[in-house]
């Protein structure tokens, strides 16, 4: 392979320079690398949008002053709440299991009620 054989992976323009050169430039080798990249970018900045408004949507709806609150699942799903995306789950020696998106958290109750929780400051 000659040095006038060889072309930027991303435009295609002759490159010039070291042999082992795969871009003509910097903006080539970003926009390739972006490229490769943004379907798993694009799929992890849904998901971090997704668990801060969950958590924007139970802060919102618990009272400033009180560690715990009731809302009914309808409610939730009205202020754009998504039930599949949290960040960790919480066993308490009850055997209940509270779901928590970041520092707010819910538990199932009956009737389709939920109870929301603040989870206490270390």
């Known amino acids: 392979m000659t040095v006038n054989d060889r072309a930027c992976c991303f435009c295609g323009k002759t490159i010039y320079g070291r042999?082992?050169?795969?871009?003509?430039?910097?903006?080539?080798?970003n926009n390739?690398?972006?490229?490769?990249?943004?379907?798993?970018?694009?799929?992890?900045?849904?998901?971090?949008?997704?668990l801060k408004k969950n958590r924007n949507v139970l802060a919102g709806?618990?009272?400033?002053s009180e560690e715990t609150t009731k809302t009914t699942r309808e409610k939730l799903?009205?202020?754009g709440f998504q039930f599949k995306y949290c960040t960790h789950h919480y066993t308490n020696k009850k055997g209940n299991i509270y779901v928590?998106?970041?520092?707010y958290g819910y538990l199932a109750l009956d009737n389709d009620w939920y109870l929301l929780v603040r989870s206490k400051e270390n």
């Open 100 to 103: 928590y998106c970041y520092d």
């Open 19 to 29: 042999a082992d050169k795969k871009f003509c430039d910097d903006y080539c080798r």
């Open 77 to 79: 799903l009205q202020e």
């Open 32 to 50: 390739y690398n972006n490229q490769l990249k943004a379907v798993q970018n694009n799929l992890i900045r849904n998901i971090n949008n997704s």
């Open 61 to 64: 709806l618990m009272v400033e």
